[in-house]
C-alpha cells in the first residue's frame, strides 16, 4: 500500500508526495527521481537558454517536453510521476504517458523551477471522458496549458467547457490513488482499490468520480461476503 500523503497545513510539495502516490516509498528512491527532475531541467535551460520570464520560461519548456517526446501522449498511458519521468528521459521510449501523467511531469518541473503552476480538472473533454490538464497564473492571466496536444500552451478548446474545476496539487495527487484505485478494482484486487480510493477522497473529499467509484466497490465487496 502507497504511504499516506503529508499534508502540512493543507499544503503538500507535489513532486514527493506525486512519487509517494505513484509507489515510490524509499526516501533514496523520491531523492533519486527528485535529481531526475533537477536533470531534465538543466538540459532544458542548456539546450534552450530560457530568459527569466516566467511566461517565456514556461512556454519554451511546453515546447521543448514536446521537440523530445512529439508522440508523448497515450490514451491510457503511464499516470505514474516515476514512469513518466523515466519514459521522457529515456531514448527508446517514444510514448511518456496519459492526460494525468503528463499534467504531473509539466507541473512538477515548472515547481522545480519556482513556477507554481495548478491543474484544471473536466468531467468530460475530447469526447474521451475525464480529463486533466495545466492552468497558469502569470501577469494575471489564467492560461490553460493542454499537455496532450503539441500546440497546447494557451489552448482555448475548455474555456467554455462548464465542467471545469481548478485542483491544487493535493487534488492531483488525489487523482494518481484514485487511478491506482482504478487499476486495481479492474484486476480483481478489491481490498486495496479500497485503500486507494480512501486515500483518494481523504485528500480531495469532493472529488465526485472518485466517491462513486468507492460505492460501487463497497457494494460489490457487500455481494461477494453474502
Same mark, same amino acid.
Given at each position: 500500500?502507497?504511504?499516506?500523503?503529508?499534508?502540512?497545513?493543507?499544503?503538500?510539495?507535489?513532486?514527493?508526495?506525486?512519487?509517494?502516490?505513484?509507489?515510490?516509498?524509499?526516501?533514496?528512491?523520491?531523492?533519486?527521481?527528485?535529481?531526475?527532475?533537477?536533470?531534465?531541467?538543466?538540459?532544458?535551460?542548456?539546450?534552450?537558454?530560457?530568459?527569466?520570464?516566467?511566461?517565456?520560461?514556461?512556454?519554451?519548456?511546453?515546447?521543448?517536453?514536446?521537440?523530445?517526446?512529439?508522440?508523448?501522449?497515450?490514451?491510457?498511458?503511464?499516470?505514474?510521476?516515476?514512469?513518466?519521468?523515466?519514459?521522457?528521459?529515456?531514448?527508446?521510449?517514444?510514448?511518456?504517458? !496519459?492526460?494525468?501523467?503528463?499534467?504531473?511531469?509539466? @507541473?512538477?518541473?515548472? #515547481?522545480?523551477?519556482? +513556477? *507554481?503552476? =495548478?491543474?484544471?480538472?473536466?468531467?468530460?473533454?475530447?469526447?474521451?471522458?475525464?480529463?486533466?490538464?495545466?492552468?497558469?497564473?502569470?501577469?494575471?492571466?489564467?492560461?490553460?496549458?493542454?499537455?496532450?496536444?503539441?500546440?497546447?500552451?494557451?489552448?482555448?478548446?475548455?474555456?467554455?467547457?462548464?465542467?471545469?474545476?481548478?485542483?491544487?496539487?493535493?487534488?492531483?495527487?488525489?487523482?494518481?490513488?484514485?487511478?491506482?484505485?482504478?487499476?486495481?478494482?479492474?484486476?480483481?484486487?478489491?481490498?486495496?482499490?479500497?485503500?486507494?480510493?480512501?486515500?483518494?477522497?481523504?485528500? !480531495?473529499?469532493?472529488?465526485?468520480?472518485?466517491?462513486? @467509484?468507492?460505492?460501487? #466497490?463497497?457494494?460489490? +465487496? *457487500?455481494? =461477494?461476503?453474502?
Amino acid at each position: 500500500m502507497r504511504k499516506k500523503p503529508h499534508i502540512d497545513n493543507g499544503k503538500l510539495y507535489l513532486p514527493k508526495e506525486a512519487l509517494i502516490a505513484s509507489g515510490v516509498k524509499e526516501g533514496d528512491r523520491i531523492a533519486d527521481y527528485l535529481a531526475k527532475l533537477d536533470q531534465l531541467n538543466q538540459q532544458f535551460v542548456r539546450e534552450m537558454k530560457p530568459s527569466d520570464d516566467l511566461l517565456n520560461k514556461a512556454s519554451l519548456l511546453f515546447r521543448w517536453l514536446w521537440l523530445k517526446k512529439p508522440a508523448r501522449y497515450q490514451l491510457g498511458g503511464s499516470f505514474g510521476l516515476d514512469e513518466v519521468i523515466d519514459a521522457q528521459l529515456s531514448k527508446d521510449t517514444q510514448t511518456v504517458g !496519459n492526460c494525468l501523467g503528463l499534467t504531473l511531469l509539466y @507541473n512538477s518541473l515548472l #515547481l522545480r523551477m519556482g +513556477i *507554481k503552476a =495548478e491543474a484544471l480538472y473536466l468531467e468530460d473533454a475530447f469526447g474521451i471522458g475525464p480529463h486533466v490538464l495545466t492552468i497558469l497564473r502569470i501577469r494575471g492571466s489564467m492560461i490553460d496549458v493542454e499537455n496532450i496536444l503539441p500546440n497546447g500552451f494557451g489552448y482555448k478548446g475548455h474555456v467554455n467547457n462548464s465542467s471545469r474545476i481548478r485542483w491544487q496539487d493535493k487534488d492531483l495527487v488525489a487523482d494518481i490513488y484514485h487511478s491506482a484505485g482504478n487499476e486495481s478494482f479492474q484486476r480483481g484486487d478489491l481490498s486495496a482499490a479500497l485503500n486507494y480510493y480512501n486515500a483518494a477522497i481523504t485528500l !480531495n473529499p469532493h472529488y465526485e468520480r472518485a466517491c462513486v @467509484n468507492r460505492a460501487i #466497490l463497497l457494494d460489490k +465487496i *457487500k455481494m =461477494e461476503k453474502g
